[in-house]
T-cell receptor, first 115, second 114 residues
Framework: NAGVMQNPRHLVRRRGQEARLRCSPVKGHSHVYWYRQLPEEGLKFMVY????????ESGMPKERFSAEFPKEGPSILRIQQVVRGDSAAYFC?????????????FGSGTRLTVV | GENVEQHPSTLSVQEGDSAVIKCTYS??????FPWYKQELGKGPQLIIDIRSNVGEKKDQRIAVTLNKTAKHFSLHITETQPEDSAVYFC?????????????FGTGTSLTVIP
């Protein structure tokens, strides 16, 4: 049973380009979360998605960032017109569709570098 | 929403000594508190968790304690080893109708000195 798969592991983009980060959750998990981690900092919540629904995007910058989790296929975090400040590690996590206490399973992250 | 604070931000211990990391949370409705270990270049890995109906949980050299009244919980690592060196994050859940959402502390960078 594969864990959370993120790709690419490393992504280099020039300023102004688009970055697309992919996340395939654990098989059977229907909840996906994206977090951003700046160097030497903690995990900052960005967005919480279920299949075809955005549940909470309160941590997403209002411009240039979007996320989706379609009925089929991986979740995508999209960053348009990247700037140097977008350089960070982006982690995806998933959890099963149950209430109560259950921890996330994290992927290995995508390290975005904007040059 | 939930606010989680974590201390210390860095911690150095001699191999074999104990390490303690403390967290506080704000939402009294939180009932699940996982701890994650993040090694360099990797994603966070769940190492232990505790639910609000218990006050302590132990797994070999790792233990967690929870004080619901004071809204704080702690991670204890005994007989530390160099491979324990990593960044540790605490988290508290925010229960939604659709599932759980977690808020993380800012992390503790633990260094175990051989």
């Amino acid at each position: 049973n594969a864990g959370v798969m993120q790709n690419p592991r490393h992504l280099v983009r020039r300023r102004g380009q688009e970055a697309r980060l992919r996340c395939s959750p654990v098989k059977g998990h229907s909840h996906v979360y994206w977090y951003r981690q700046l160097p030497e900092e903690g995990l900052k919540f960005m967005v919480y998605l279920q299949k075809e629904n955005i549940i909470d995007e309160s941590g997403m910058p209002k411009e240039r960032f979007s996320a989706e989790f379609p009925k089929e296929g991986p979740s995508i975090l999209r960053i348009q017109q990247v700037v140097r400040g977008d350089s960070a590690a982006y982690f995806c996590a998933s959890s099963p569709r149950i209430s109560g206490g259950y921890g996330y399973t994290f992927g290995s992250g995508t390290r975005l570098t904007v040059v | 929403g939930e606010n989680v604070e974590q201390h210390p931000s860095t911690l150095s211990v001699q191999e074999g000594d104990s390490a303690v990391i403390k967290c506080t949370y704000s939402d009294s409705a939180s009932n699940y508190f996982p701890w994650y270990k993040q090694e360099l270049g990797k994603g966070p890995q769940l190492i232990i968790d505790i639910r609000s109906n218990v006050g302590e949980k132990k797994d070999q050299r790792i233990a967690v304690t929870l004080n619901k009244t004071a809204k704080h919980f702690s991670l204890h690592i005994t007989e530390t080893q160099p491979e324990d060196s990593a960044v540790y994050f605490c988290a508290a859940n925010l229960q939604l109708n659709t599932g759980n959402q977690f808020y993380f502390g800012t992390g503790t960078s633990l260094t175990v000195i051989p």
